[in-house]
Each structure stands twice: as C-alpha cells, then as structure tokens.
C-alpha cells in the first residue's frame, strides 16, 4: 500500500493487485503496535482509504498474477481475477448476506485466526478496503452442491442484487514499467513444534490470535478471555519457528521480541493481577523505542526469564511450561492459564512458485533475493521488478514501511527515466 | 538589589509631599511622562491622565480613596504600540497584577516602563466618593492616611468600600520598580522602595518603618477572614442549579462588566459578534419549540463563557461589578470559582510573568484520570 | 583441555544457551543433571573436572535435548562422549562395570551365560535362522533372559506363528547390539559387538530383521553402518501383519489401555502411529492417551544404562509419575512396546498401584489377549 | 440568488429503511426552511442516485446539498465529487450519518427515526451555514538539499538525482563516506567495504544533477514545502539556495567511551573501540594482527558499550554492535585461529536477514560467548584483567586479556540539538530526530517537507540506512514530481477586525503554523502549514480565529438543532 | 430513577478516533440507546467549552465528548488540550452549582466500537438516574 501511494502520489498509474479480498494485510489483524502502543487500525484504516481513493491507484483484489514477460519499462503481467461471486459496483458492503448466509457462523475466520466464525459468504473486516461481500468458492454449498434452499439466502437478502453465481474466473492484462512485489509472510505453523501442544491444547494460541483476542474490534471485544475466563497465569514463549534449525528456520524473525513485550504490556494492562512470564534466549529490542519499551514492559511487573521452553503438558486444568530458567541453572515448570507461542515469520507458503513465475531467486532462508544485501536492497536480479516489506525478510512495521517507500523510490526514477526516452 | 528609604511629609502634608516627589520624577527625567490619576475638574472625583508638564501634577491625587478605572488598560493602550519614551505609571496592586496578565497575552508590553506602585487603602465605588467629597466631613482621604500607621482603614461613617477592596489581600503592590508605602509608616514620612542606584538619585532619607510587616499582615487576615465569609456565602447560594440562576438571570446582556474589566481584552466580544446574531425567525422558531424563551438570549452562556474564558486570570479588581446595572455580584463569584481553578494549575493572576496562562498551556501527564472509564 | 576437545568434537561453540534441552530433559525434573550447563562448562572452563561429575550417570539417553535443540547440536552424543571420558579413567559406578563387563564377556549385560540365550524359546518349536527363513527376529537381551521380558519374546513367537510368518532366531549365535554398551560410554566395546553382530547377519540370507526393543531397532537404524537389511521394530511389522490381514484379532479384550510411547521408539524414530494401530485393531479395547504422549513423551529412565545405574535421586523415579497419569486417566493397563519401559514401570506399578492395581503390559502381550 | 439546500435520504437497500422511515425523513426536510427539495432514493451513492442530485443542482439551482446516508467516511468524497461535476463547490456538501450512527444501532423504528430526522435538521442547518471552500496549490521549487554526505545522504542524493532532479548535497566534512569510511569489512557479508564506498563516492561526484558542496554547513533556513530557502556556508562564502524539499542524513557520533571509566579506555592502550578495531584491521592489512609487535592470545570484545545503559542517559539499543562485534570477533578468529575469543554480551540480536545465520557461523568457528557484561577492568602486570558474571554460570568470574574491544555504541550527533533547532525538528527523548509516525512514516517529519534518512532518526546498519534513504528520497521527490502542493482545504482562519494578537492560538498549534503580525499587531496563518486540527479555533475567546467548515455558527446550529 | 424520562445526549467525536469508533459499533451493530446525538469535529481539542456549555443551556441533559486515547492524537497533542479545557470548564460549573457529571469526557479509539457503545448506555443509565437537567424548567428551555 505505502509503495503505491508513493509512486501514485509521484503522479505515476498503479495496479495494485491483492490476492484477499482486501487490503490491509497483517497488520489489519494487529490491536496496537509496539511500542508505541498505537491502535493499529487507528493507523491503517486511513492509509487503506487513501489507497482506494487515489485516482492513480486502480485496486485490483482477489486477483493473482499469474505472469510477467518482458523488462524493465515494458512488463506484460498477466492477472487472474477470481470470481467473488458478487457484483462489486452493487455491492454496498451493508452486510445483509452476511447475516443471511446458512453457513454463518460456521467457518473459521482467516481474519480472526480461527478465533471467530464467519458464513460463507463474508466481508474479512468491518474497515475492509473494498468493502466488498466475497463468496468462498470452496465453501458454499451453492457453488459446491448447487442448492442453497429455493433460491440462495444472500440473493434473496441482497436488495442491490449484486450475488451474481454466473461470474467467472477472468484474466486481466496489463502492461507496466517496473513491478513491486509486496506479498508479505505467513507465520510459523505452530503445529511442527508438537511439544507446544497447539492445535491440542486450546489455551495455547499463537501471536497473532492474541492480537485478535486483545483487540477491540475482535471476537472477545477487547477481553483476553478463554470460554469466558481471565487467564491469571500468562506464559509467553519466543523463538517458536525462529532460530530454530530443527525445522528448518534459522534466521532470527526480528519483531517476535517486542510484539511478545507488548502483549505481555496488554496483559498486563488489562488483567492488572496477572502473572505474566516471557521465556525467553536474546531480547532483541534493537529498534527506535524498543529497549525503553522493554523496559517499561519488565518494569510493568512483567518477568523476563531466560530459557526457551522446552516442552507444555497438562496438569489438571493448568498448562505447564517445562523451561529452563538459564540464569538460575534449573529446571522450572510454570503454570499457565493460557500460553502465547510467538510464532516466527515464514517466506509464504507460495513464495517460491512466485519467484518461479517472476524469474526472480530467493535466498537460502526462502525469501526473496535482494540485488545486494548493503547497498541495494530492494532491488533485485531482474532489472524492474524490486522488493517492498516482509517478502524480502522479516520486518517490523516501520521498517516494512521505509522498505516499500524504498522500492517506490527505485520505481519512480525507472518511470521517470523512461518518460524522459520517449 | 532594593532599598528601603523614606520621603520626610512636608508640613503634614502627605498629598503634597508625594506630588512633589512625582514631579521629581519628571524633573530628573527618571521617566518622560507619568500616567496618574488627577483631580477631576468638578472634583468628584479622579481620573487617570498621562502627564508630560510636571506642574500639571499639582492636581495629581494618586490617594485618592476611588478607581473609576483600572489603569491597566490604559497601560495597555499606552504600550502595545511599545512606546519610544520611557512612561512611569503609578499604579494600585490590582492594576499591576491586571498588568501583568495582560503582559502575558500580549496586550501590554513592560518595555519603556516604569511601574510605581502605591499602597492601596481601598476604594469607594465613584458615587459614593462624590458623595463623600462633597459631604461637610470634607475629604475621604485624610483619615484613610492617617489610619494607614496602624492599618486600620475604615470606611467612612454610612459607607462601605468597593467589594473587591474588602476581600483583597494584596494592599501592597508587587513587580513594581518603585513602591510607596504608607502601611506601618508614621504620618512624618513616607516609605519609597526602589532598586539601589534608583533610590539614590531621588534624595532620600533613611529612616525605619518596623512595624510594616506586622500592620500589613494584620490587615491582610482580616480581609481573608472577611474573603472567606463571603465565598462561604457565595457557595452556599450556588449549591445547586437554582443558585446559578439566582446569580445570573438578571443579566442585561449590556456588556458593561467586559468593557470594565482590564483583562477581557478581545476587540469585540465573541457574544457581540455575527456568531449570536440571529434572524427574526430563528427567535421565534426558539421560542415555537421552548414554548417561551428568554430574551435577550445567551446572557447566561454569555456569562458562564465568560467566566471559563476569565477566571483563571481574574485579579480581583471588581470593575465588573461596579460596572453592573444589575447589581450581580461578578467580583466573589470570580474571585470565589478562580480560586479553585487557579489552584488547580498552581497559579495566581498577576503573581509573575514566568507563570504560564492555564488557558495556553497544557502538560501530558496532568488530569490523568479524565478521559478514562470510570 | 578436556572441555577445548569436548567444544571442538561436539561443535559446542555453536550452542546459544537457550535452554531447551535442559528444560525437556526428564532427569533434570528430579536431579541435578543439568546438560546445558554442562556444555557451557566445557566451554568456558577449561579444567573441567569430569570426574566429579555423578550426574553424568543420570542420562537416560532419551535424546530430547538434541530433538530440541534448535541449532542442530547433539548434546546427548555428548554426554556419551563425557561419560567415554570416564570410563577411560575408571570413575564408573560398579553395577555399570559389571555390565560392561558382562558384555565383553558374555555378550549380554545381565551376566547371564551365553549359551542359555535361546533357553526361552525351548519347546515354543522356533526355528534357528539357519535352518533359513524370511524374517530373522532379533530377541535383544532382557527378552533373552529377563524371566517377565521373555514373555513378551513368547507373545511374539505366538503372534508370528498365527499369521504364518516364516521366522527364526539367532539363537546362541545372537549378541547384544551394543547399544547400552555404546550410551555408557564404551564405545570400543560397542563396536566390537556391533561387527560380531554384523558378521552374523551377513551369513544369512534374510529379507527383514524384527526387533523386540526399540533400542535394538535405533542401534541397527541408526548406528549399525554398512548393515544392508530392512529393519523394523516389531510394533511396525505387527502393524503390518494386521493391515494386510494376516493377524486377525478376533477376542475382545475389554480393557482400558494407555500407552507409553518408548523414548527410542518414538521421538528417537517417530514411530508413533504403528503401536496405537495395534491396540486400536483389538476388538473391545479402549484407548486412552496420556497427556504427556508421542513427541512429549516422559522418559521411564531405563535408557543409556539406567538399568546398571540408580542415578544421583534413585528415591524419585519418573516411572512413579507415569503410573500415576495412566491411573488418572483411569487405565486398567498400561501398555508400552519397550523391555526396560516394561520393566521399569512395571516396578513402579507395584509400588504405586500395588499387586492387583494398574496393570502394565507390552503390546504383543495384549495382541495375544485378542487372539 | 437565496440560499436552496436540496436533501438526499439514502434507504441503502434495507440498510436504512428497515429501521427508518425514509419517507417521513424525507418529508421532515422538505418542510424545513430553504430546502428546495427533498428526495429518498434506494442507493444514492449508485450512479442513478448521483445523477439524482447533479440533476436537482442544475433544475432547482441548488447551492447546498445534504446527503443523510452512510457515514462520511465512507462516501463524503464520493458526494463531494458529485456535487462538484454539477458545478457546486465540494465544500457545499454535508452529510447526516444515519447508517452507522443510527439504523444500525438501533433497533425502535420511532426511536430512529426521530433521530434520522434531528440528524437531517442538524445537517440543513449547518448546509444553510456552509461556505464554499478553495483547494489551493503551492508551486513546489525542482530541486532538494540533502544534508549530509554518508551513506544515507547519498543515497538519498542519488536516488532523487537519478529520478531527474536537482540535488544540493551538503557535507561538513571535506570529503564524503561518513563513517562508513572508516570501516573494513560489513556484516554479514565480510566484504570489503573500501571498493563500495568508493564507487558510490563516484557516482556521486560524477552526477550531472548533483551539486556537492563539501565542508559547508547550513546556517540558516525559512520557508515551507515546495518554497524553502536556505543559507549554506562553507566559512568564506554563504549562499542561498532555493529547494523545494530538505532531506536530513546528518548521520551519528560514537559513544564516548571514557565516560565509563570503569573500562579503562584511554588509560589502557589495549583497551580499543570498535571503530579503532577497524582501523588497525584495515591497517595491517588483514594478513597479520598485532597488539605491540605481538599476536594476541587472549582477545575479548564487551558489548553494549553506551548501549541500554541509563547510567550514561542511552536507554537503547544501538542495533549494530552484536553484529559488528560479532564480525570482529570472527576476523580475530581468522587471523590468528589460535587465539582465543570471547564475546562478552547481554542478549545477543542478530535480528536481521542473514544476522543469526552469521551469528551461528561465528560462534561455529569457535568464538566463545559468554552472557554477562563486565564491570571493571583492571590490569595484572602486563595482562589485562576482565572482571564479570558470567550470568549462566551464576559465578563472578576475572578473564584474562592481551586486547579489549568495547563496542561503543551510536549516538546522537554533538551538534544535532544546533541541527534540530536551525530545522525545527523535534527530537525524541533519546535524542534523534523525531520520525512523524513511529510506524507508518517512519522517513517524515512533522515539518512538511522535511524528512529524515539514515542514523540522524536512529541506530541503522547499512542495508536499513540505505533502505531508509531510498525511502526518504521518495518522500522528497513526490511534491518535485507533483510541481505543486496541496494545501489543506479546511485550515483556520483569521478574522483581523476581531484578533487581539494575543497568541494563545500560537501556543495551541504544534504545527507552528500561526505568528504575530508586527506591524497589524494581529496572528497571520500559513495555511501551508495549518493541519485544521482546530485547536487554536477553540483557544481563542474573541472567535478571530476560527476553523473553516466547523465555524462556531456551524456548530452551534447544529448543537441548536439537535437539542 | 425515572424510567420514562430518555435523557438528550451531544456528543462532540473527533474525527479520527471517537467518530470511527462510533461508525465501528454501527459496522459491528452494537445496539446502544438511541439518546445520543453525534456531531463530527477535527479534534477533540477543537471542542470549545461554548459547544458544551450551549446544548446544556438548551436542555441537553449531558454532553460527551470524544476523542483519541492519550498519545494517539491525530494532531499530536489535541486530546490534551481538550482534557485541561473540561478540567476547568467541569470546576467551574460544579461551583456554579451545575452538575458536572453530565459532561463526559472519554477517549475511545477507531476500534473502540464497543466502548463507545457501552459508554453511550452507561452515560444514558447515568443521567436516567440524575433525571432531566434542571434548566430545562428553571430557564424555561
């Protein structure tokens, strides 16, 4: 989003194709930020208005690309619109269908991570950027069984009769300078990491469910509750799927550390009585702020100990954490309401198919390759095509920021450059 | 660093003597012009005047026991367009203190001039001193001189003073270059406070007023002690809605209090501005949905608007209420809720240049709780 | 400069202290075994006095601190390493001398004689593999002699024989597969058990060798290099013979079984699925899983020579705690696929449940149940 | 021509009408004063309903419209568009939000519908009030000032170079690299950095649309986005250049060590920075490294050296250190394998791409780590004696050392308050240049116009530095591309017959957008500079100064009309 | 309490926070009483005391007044601006016998939906058991 509006302010056209149904990404899905502690969609909702607004960004969701031929200055990329099964230029995101859909409440919700439900036919977000109804092709039974009572409940909800089940997949050509390629990272898979227990135990979650259980506009509205409870033993574990060779992760994922800090902050915060421990091997609070927020965090009562979990098991209706604490030499087992797994940042699962189809090389940690790891590091092998965010690397906001703003830089001098030849 | 001198009364007369030594004042050329009050051609009463021509101060009576004005407008007048000569003003307590707030917002400027403050012994509303002038008791002054040795200033038989000089702690002027002192001081001299080097080109004496401190503390808890019975008072009639009614439904909407007051010192009040002018059939639409409304309208946000735009720099002088033809009693209710306020931002209008205006400022970490669910 | 050559050999330099193999570490939990610290002191002192270290015996070898480590390291082969260290220096405890000794000598660490390894089998009509079959089944030691363990060796016998599998054993010929010899630091003796084993089995031309003990299975796995024959533990070849309908099991055992996930059988070699395929294919049989299971599995201490070594806590035992969760679940047996598994609970069994309480049994012991 | 005030009642579909009575709404306004006309209609933001209105606006010459739909936010813009091609000024529109304010929150028909109808009074009113505002443009100067020529500065340069523009790259030092010149080889990577500088030196040099000037400094700047002037000297000669944006890459200084005497520095002469490290490396030539004509046997790096250290005021991190150390340690190591190394640290963050990677293969060659940070050094006959806990040990421990290196940490420049002061930067407690937002414009700053790049906003390694200055460069070259600027619609405004200059408003605006006319005696505003937030508007007690759209009178009617 | 009486509610929402808050709880249809009447502003330190002091005046029965948490300003420092300003506006209307607790100020953020929701039923529970504003009879609004 920030590199399109960049080079859409620079005065340049854009396409911005995402492959969800809308814009905003992960940090959509974020309560407040570290460390400054702003309320993310305080921040981000503004930006995605902008970008639907601007009248050299034509926004392109649901859609994937699916080639790009040529160079620098005359790319041909190739786009497949997936069909939402509603009609965007009557849809006035109202909702109605949502309401409607027989599935609701039914499927797990992408946006919540699980933690809520949706229907079948669902808008991702109350601020989603278009705010569009979108149909789950895999879902709904009308489109997989081809009956849905008499007529289909969100078509007969739906009085702008936007659900039109005839659309197709379509394919859309453009023709562009330069490409940025933001596609951004999937988390750790907290499930390769069995001695955790996710997935097995439901008061182990991960980062990111977290921030869907703490903010306002989540399933909980705010509450760090579980069935109803407040947790009063919280146990964060970092480093899951970070610097961890043995599956297969050994870079470090740069914002575990203080997204841990700040839940254990909201926690805090919010459950004053609280018992909060983060495990912990480096707390990497490199950046502008960081350690005088991880300062504050620890002075907040929160207990820092050193020693990354080893293993969670169950005794009674309380989890324990089996750790080392490294500073004392022993083991320790520590009792936990709810255990918060800061789960690392992966290349997307697609990355690879990716670069396949982008002629672009990645590196050995999975994600895209950079031109030059100093001095050009948002460029890439292939002339035109340049980097923004997380796909290059993990990335905390600010720094997914400056990179995109970077690329958007690299891009415009290509555009202009190619504007002054002909 | 100050010091404390003393000008010898002249045949025991004090008024005398003291124009004497403003004529000093010019004649040295210690200031180029001095604002004072002067005798009023019908001799009711005084008015102050910028004096250039020092035998124009025969008629100079800065003790005269009546402020038709707070002079500290006519300051600010004087200075906003910062004057190239240097002006001496001789001012009363609540003048400078008015001054002062008014230094703050930029309506005066302390450049060019010389604050000389007097001892104040309290005033009596302009009718009352014309009424006294002319009385066979003769003049209202004498005996408040008198009186000032042993700080016993009271009103003349049948009289009351302003007020706002009834409840005022501060007699003695602060943030002058010159202070004249009468507080303590037998009849013989007067007390003259000035920086060293000042003191020395004025030809004065050295002398002692011991008991000044002990007079003027004296007076000052007296007028607390009748401070505090009137707020008591005041709060005992605005404990609920019916109170705030009570203090201001006989407003007239006429203004006067803002003209008066030094410190109201926007060109034209926001309530006089095309914000509150309405069309005929906006009244009577009002009037259509209350059923009645009263006219004029908006005299009680006019005054409530007021005192949240007022309060925290009130000085106390009372011009307000001398001013109002509606009797209200504006100099406890301000002085009495800007007290709270004040002490809410630690601040006291007209202490000190260096105290912020509450209304300008703000701080991150103050008020905490407000804003937060409760 | 015995920490210097204990950094270089097993690369302890690239370990950053996080902590996790001490915190999944079984023994750490009751004594003070503490494999992190141990690595940092072999860095960081230079002396290190091996010598003193008790502890060293406590490892059961369960191998979770490697299986944790997120920097690839091997802390378990390490202390194997410290513990070669002392035995190369004699500080061993004596019951552990007597099984080296015993092995070196009779080739199986219970000091039993060598030529009454097959003496469990007589009567049971078993091939020796010489006499040629498909299938050669590896006995391993404790089933060999070990009276409670033999008839688990027996089931086996049973079960092979109702599903008409063509086997045979090494009888006398078999010795130990060195694996226990290899984890209590005798690494010389270990290979040598390892290519009189090699050269047994080479002599006969089989497709598949079976192993009771999953410590067996790993060893032949994992550490018998140049040995060119598929080996499986006998919970995957059963879980085979079920699949394929050779082993119909037909009687109900109505029972409530949890099952122990051994160290070497499960996180060691992530044979997780075949033992609960089994005990699921018995009709009427009720499967409960404990909560500490499959990767999260709790050691039972009988590893890495803990059964010739009580260790520095011999009072707490982990098999206590084991027994107790399989009777919170409310099992009636407690079910594992390991010998020292088997016989390491068994024995806490008695002494937490009594006679008559929880019942603890192989697998092959409840697959006979049902046949 | 009277005032004629048309209304638009949006049903949404259902969305509105179930819960209000579009219809009564509808007549509701109809009847109110001026209204011309009143209409509902399903989706008025649909192009039928649009087309609804820009027909109204020609047929009834309509000079305001209300439109009581959704909330503004989500098509305020639209029907600004609308009322716009039909002729009307954008600002004549108002909207009355009755979706998300109130058929969606309330369930009672009447209820909503009272409410729908005081919503739709309150719009009209303040419609009847509105007044037609300007979307003004400044024309923006071609051409930027980086300050600073290191390797943000330039980067920056160039990236806005390249792109076509003009660049002034000023730079106090006679020569460009900045720090980065001093260094030998960069992390992870192990490449030499001479070769990369000097390419980027050269291009810089080289560059038709850079202009260099090096041992200049600036002295003095006034104006605003797109119209800056600034005064450069270099000592003999000041000039004034005209620059439509400012880029800040005024870099950082190290950590002084001394002021932790506890380590020796400069007392012990084996007690060396960093930055010394580099150079002795770069010195001898990365074959054979001396200490004193001798090999080092023992070599012992501490981090966090004026780092996450309140008793020397540096509260942070200084990003680069666990790396750069690391980098070091792992020269040592390959120059003399023998030797042994050891790492003295807190937390080790290696956080960036390729970093714990680096940090495995450092560790691999053998370099020791050991977590905790020493307390004092002193010396035992020639040796240097370390004392700390080693933290996983639990154990006070004294190390023995032939060379010490502390990893000094960044901080801000000496003379950065002089550079915060003369540009009107805030900084933050830590003493860099303040960022606009810590998260979305990390490069901005509050001052339009004016961003940052590079270590002046913070500690940065060299791909962050370089990542940041490209992205910095876009933010300066964006107002150079669009030639003009837009200044805020709705700002304050002053009315002089009534100001007093007091200047309260002055002390309310963060933006320094309002001053005192000296000779008018009155506040002037540069509506450039105005962000409309309003709060000098509710500052001022005269009303001189108001907020455009949201005047008092606008205000108050609707207070009038909804009470 | 009275029961029957629906107190009148203004609530000044600034524009960033307070206001989209609102527009989330409609989004999410929170259903909150239907009291409230919301006027959009910049900032919540553009409320001048006049725009609260003015519906009281006419019979409003409270005002609320909305904005950014702490630190979160839009305009940097706006909220506590408007903070200081109620301070002192709230002091002196309990002096003057008014009763300030129909002046609410609270910071609701952009995904406070909720919070503005159960801050609009609280305010109405609130000023339900106070009962009407007096004024409304005294001064004859």
Not at chain 1, 278 to 287: K, M, N, Q, S
Not at chain 2, 124 to 149: F, H, Q, W
Not at chain 2, 258 to 287: G, M, N, Q
């Amino acid at each position: 989003m920030q590199a399109s509006l960049d080079i859409a302010d620079a005065g340049f056209l854009v396409y911005l194709v995402e492959r969800e149904p809308s814009i905003g990404g992960h940090m959509a899905q974020l309560d407040k930020t570290f460390p400054t502690l702003d309320c993310s969609s305080c921040i981000l909702t503004p930006k995605m208005v902008d970008v639907a607004r601007h009248p050299n960004i034509q926004l392109i969701s649901y859609a994937e690309v699916v080639g790009a031929d040529g160079g620098i200055g005359h790319f041909k990329v190739g786009v497949k619109q997936k069909p939402r099964y509603v009609d965007v230029d009557r849809c006035t995101g109202c909702g109605l269908c949502v309401e409607a859909c027989r599935l609701k409440g039914r499927i797990s919700s992408e946006f919540d991570v699980g933690v809520s439900k949706r229907g079948a036919v669902y808008i991702p977000f109350p601020q989603a950027v278009p705010l569009k109804a979108t149909i789950d092709p895999e879902r709904c039974v009308f489109i997989t069984r081809g009956v849905c009572g008499k007529v289909p409940a969100c078509e007969e909800a739906c009085s702008a009769e936007a659900i039109d089940f005839q659309q197709k997949e379509e394919m859309i050509g453009l023709e562009v300078g330069a490409i940025i390629v933001a596609t951004g990272f999937d988390l750790f898979d907290a499930r390769l990491k069995p001695e955790f227990g996710y997935g097995l135990y439901p008061n182990v979650i991960t980062g990111l469910q977290f921030e869907r259980l703490s903010s306002a506009s989540g399933p909980t509205r705010g509450k760090i509750t579980l069935n109803g409870q407040e947790p009063k033993k919280v146990v964060f574990i970092q480093c899951v799927g970070s610097r961890d060779k043995s599956v297969g992760v050994e870079y470090c994922s740069r914002v575990c550390c203080m997204f841990t800090a700040k839940q254990a902050h909201l926690v805090k915060e919010k459950i004053p009585d609280a018992e909060v421990t983060v495990l912990y091997i480096d707390v990497r609070a490199f950046g502008k702020g960081f350690e005088e927020f991880y300062d504050r965090v620890r002075g907040e009562g929160v207990m820092y100990r050193r020693g990354n979990a080893s293993e969670i098991c169950k005794r009674g209706e309380r989890l324990i954490v089996m750790a080392e604490d490294t500073l004392l030499g022993e083991s320790v087992q520590l009792e936990a309401d709810l255990v918060v797994l800061a789960t690392g940042i992966t290349p997307r699962g697609d990355a690879q198919d990716l670069a396949t189809l982008l002629r672009l090389s990645t590196s050995p940690d999975g994600f895209f390759q950079e031109a030059h790891p100093k001095l050009r590091p948002v460029e890439t092998e292939r002339e035109g095509v340049y980097l923004a965010g997380c796909c290059q690397g993990p990335k905390d906001i600010p720094d997914g920021v400056a990179q995109a703003k970077a690329a958007a830089s690299s891009v415009i001098i290509a555009l202009r450059n190619g504007m002054e030849v002909s | 660093m100050k010091v404390r001198k003393f000008l010898e009364v002249k045949e025991g007369d004090t008024l005398a003597t003291l124009r004497g030594f403003l004529q000093r004042l010019l004649e040295k050329e210690i200031v180029e012009a001095l604002l004072v009050p002067l005798e009023a051609p019908s001799g009711d009463t005084v008015m102050p005047a910028l004096v250039k021509e020092p035998a124009r101060l025969e008629k100079a009576n800065p003790l005269a026991p009546v402020m038709p004005v707070n002079a500290a407008r006519l300051v600010s007048s004087l200075t906003i367009g910062k004057p190239k000569e240097k002006i001496g003003a001789l001012l009363r307590s609540c003048e400078i203190r008015a001054l002062i707030e008014l230094v703050k917002l930029q309506q005066a400027h302390l450049e060019n001039l010389m604050i000389i403050g007097l001892d104040c012994l309290g005033t009596y509303e302009v009718t009352d001193y014309a009424k006294l002038i002319s009385s066979e008791d003769g003049s209202p002054t004498m005996g408040l001189v008198r009186g000032a040795k042993e700080g016993s200033l009271s009103p003349h038989e049948g009289y009351q003073f302003r007020s706002a000089c009834r409840i005022c702690e501060y007699p003695v002027p602060q943030n002058t270059a010159l202070t004249i002192g009468l507080l303590g001081v037998d009849g013989k001299r007067i007390l003259v406070e000035a920086q060293e080097e000042l003191a020395e080109r004025l030809e004065l004496t050295e002398g002692e007023a011991a008991s000044r401190e002990e007079v003027i503390k004296k007076l000052v808890e007296a007028r607390i002690e009748e401070r505090d019975r009137l707020f008591a008072q005041f709060r005992e009639r605005v404990v609920d809605i019916r109170g705030l009614l009570a203090q201001f439904s006989t407003c007239t909407g006429c203004y006067n209090c803002t003209v008066a007051c030094p410190i109201c010192y926007c060109k034209e009040c926001l309530f006089r501005t095309s914000t509150f002018e309405h069309e005929s059939d906006r009244y009577l639409r009002w009037a259509q949905r209350k059923g009645a409304i009263q006219m004029p309208t908006d005299t009680l946000l006019f005054q409530l608007t007021r005192l949240n735009h007022m309060v925290t720099s009130c000085v106390g002088c009372g011009m307000c209420e001398s001013a109002c033809p509606s009797d209200i009693p504006l100099t406890t209710i301000f002085r009495a809720v800007g007290q709270e306020v004040q002490a809410m931002f630690d601040y006291l209008p007209g202490r000190s240049l260096e105290d912020e205006l509450p209304l300008a400022t703000f701080k991150e970490d103050e008020l905490t709780e407000l804003g937060e669910t409760q | 400069m015995e920490g210097q050559n204990l950094a270089q050999a097993y690369r302890l330099f690239e370990c950053i202290q996080c902590g996790r193999c001490t915190g999944g570490c079984p023994m750490s939990l009751k004594t003070r075994f503490n494999i992190r610290r141990l690595i940092y002191e072999a860095l960081v002192d230079e002396d290190m006095d091996l010598q003193s270290k008790e502890v060293l015996w406590d490892c059961s070898t369960c191998a979770t601190c490697t299986l944790r480590c997120p920097k690839g390291l091997d802390p378990t082969d390490m202390v194997i390493g410290m513990r070669s260290i002392l035995v190369d220096g004699g500080r061993i405890p004596p019951t552990i001398r007597d099984a080296l000794k015993s092995l070196a000598i009779r080739g199986n660490p219970l000091t039993m004689a060598r030529e009454e390894r097959a003496d469990w089998a007589e009567g049971l009509g078993v091939k020796e593999i010489s006499e040629g079959a498909e299938v050669l089944y590896f006995v391993g030691c404790s089933p060999s002699y070990d009276p409670r363990v033999q008839k688990v060796a027996k089931a086996m016998v049973q079960a092979f024989k109702k599903a008409e599998v063509e086997f045979g054993i090494l009888g006398n010929e078999e010795v130990c597969c060195g694996s226990e010899a290899r984890r209590m630091g005798e690494t010389g003796l270990f290979e040598m058990l390892r290519e009189m084993n090699l050269e047994t089995l080479e002599r006969y031309p089989v497709e598949l060798v079976v192993t009771t003990s999953p410590h067996c299975y790993n060893a032949f796995q994992n550490e018998y290099q140049g040995l060119n024959l598929k080996v499986q533990h006998y919970t995957q070849f059963v879980a085979g013979l079920i699949n394929e309908g050779r082993l119909p099991l037909s009687k109900e055992v109505r029972r409530i079984v949890t099952y122990q996930d051994p160290c070497f059988l499960g996180k060691q070699n992530k044979i997780f699925e075949e033992p609960r395929k089994i005990l699921r294919s018995i009709p009427g049989l009720e499967l409960r899983e404990l909560d500490r299971s499959r990767e999260r599995s709790l050691c039972c201490e009988g590893g890495g020579g803990r059964m010739w070594a009580e260790g520095t806590n011999p009072e707490e035992r982990l098999a206590h705690t084991r027994v107790q969760e399989a009777m919170d679940l409310g099992a009636e047996v407690l079910a594992t696929a390991c010998p020292f598994c088997l016989l390491t609970l068994e024995d806490a069994a008695k002494t937490v449940a009594g006679e008559g309480g929880i019942q603890v049994m192989d697998i092959m012991e409840l697959v006979v149940e049902a046949l | 021509m009277g005032l004629r005030i048309g209304v638009y009642v949006c049903h949404c579909g259902v969305n509105i009408a179930a819960t209000v009575d579009v219809e009564a709404v509808t007549r509701f306004a109809l009847g109110l004063p001026s209204v011309a006309i009143a209409r509902d209609y399903t989706y008025m933001c649909s192009d039928p309903g649009q087309a609804l209105i820009k027909e109204d606006i020609k047929k009834f010459g309509l000079t305001k419209v209300v439109v009581a739909s959704c909330s503004p936010m989500m098509h305020e813009p639209t029907f600004r568009g609308t009322i716009q091609e039909a002729g009307l000024n954008p600002y004549c529109l108002e909207m009355a939000n009755i979706r998300e304010q109130c058929s969606w929150v309330h369930e009672e028909e009447e209820e909503a519908t009272r409410k729908a109808i005081q919503l739709v009074a309150a719009a009209v009113d303040k419609a009847f009030l509105l007044e037609p505002l300007e979307e003004r443009r400044v024309a923006v100067t071609s051409a930027a000032l980086v300050i600073g020529g290191g390797i943000a500065g330039m980067q920056a340069a160039l990236d806005i170079a390249n792109a076509g523009f003009q660049v002034y790259l000023v730079e106090k030092e006679p020569r460009l690299g900045g720090h980065l010149a001093q260094l030998d080889k960069t992390f992870p990577t192990l490449e030499p950095v001479a070769p990369l500088l000097a390419e980027e030196i050269r291009e810089v040099e080289g560059h038709p649309n850079i202009d260099l000037l090096t041992s200049a400094e600036v002295i003095g700047l006034e104006g605003y986005i797109g119209n800056f002037k600034v005064n450069v000297t270099d000592q003999a000669t000041i000039r004034e250049l005209k620059v439509g944006t400012i880029l800040v890459a005024t870099g950082y200084d190290l950590f002084d060590a001394r002021l932790k005497p506890e380590y020796g520095y400069g007392i012990y002469e084996k007690v060396i920075t960093g930055l010394e490290f580099e150079r002795l490396v770069s010195l001898s030539g990365s074959r054979k490294f001396w200490v004193n004509g001798k090999e080092p046997q023992d070599v012992l790096f501490i981090q966090c050296v004026g780092s996450r250290d309140k008793s020397v005021g540096q509260e942070y991190c200084s990003r680069i250190c666990c790396m750069y150390t690391a980098k070091q340690a792992l020269l040592v190591k390959e120059m003399l394998p023998q030797a042994r190394v050891t790492v003295l640290y807190m937390d080790v963050r290696a956080y960036g791409k390729g970093f714990e990677e680096f940090y495995d293969q450092v560790r691999g060659e053998g370099v020791l780590y050991r977590r905790g940070n020493p307390s004092e050094i002193y010396k035992n006959g020639k040796r240097l004696i370390v004392r700390v806990e080693d933290t996983l040990l639990g154990e006070p421990v004294q190390l023995e050392a032939d060379l010490v290196v502390l990893a000094t940490g960044i901080t801000p420049r000496r003379d950065s308050p002089k550079i915060a002061n003369l540009l009107k930067l805030p900084r933050s407690p830590d003493g860099f240049f303040m960022e606009a937002h810590p998260k979305l414009r990390p490069v901005d700053t509050v001052t339009e116009g004016i961003y940052l790049a590079g270590c002046c906003q913070g500690p940065k390694d060299i791909p962050d530095t370089v990542t940041q200055a490209k992205a910095a460069a876009a933010s300066a070259m964006i107002p150079l591309c669009q030639g003009q600027v837009k200044v805020e619609a709705v700002t304050s405004i002053i009315d002089e017959e009534l100001c007093s200059g007091c200047g309260i408003c002055a002390e309310m605006c963060v933006y320094d957008a309002l001053s005192l006319h000296e000779r008018k005696g009155v506040m002037t505003i540069n509506e450039v500079l105005c962000k409309g937030c309003g709060a000098c508007a509710a500052a001022c007690p005269s009303k001189a100064i108001k907020l455009s759209h949201f005047t008092p009178a606008q205000i108050l009617a609707q207070v009038d009309a909804l009470v | 309490m009275n029961e029957d009486f629906e107190p009148k509610i203004v609530a000044f929402l600034c524009n960033w926070c307070a206001y989209v808050g609102a527009d989330l709880a409609g989004t999410s249809r929170i259903q909150y009483p239907p009291n409230v009447r919301i006027i959009r502003m910049m900032c919540s330190g553009a409320v001048d005391p006049v725009y609260v002091i003015k519906p009281l005046l006419d019979g409003a029965d409270g005002v609320l007044i909305g904005g950014c948490h702490p630190g979160d300003c839009h305009y940097q420092e706006g909220n506590y601006k408007a903070r200081r300003r109620v301070a002192i506006l709230k002091n002196i209307l309990r002096q003057m016998g008014f009763d300030e607790e129909r002046i609410w100020l609270r910071w609701i953020s952009a995904s406070e939906g909720q919070v503005f929701a159960e801050t609009v039923t609280a305010m109405v529970k609130a000023l339900k058991e106070k009962g009407p504003n007096p004024l409304k009879e005294l001064w004859g609004t």
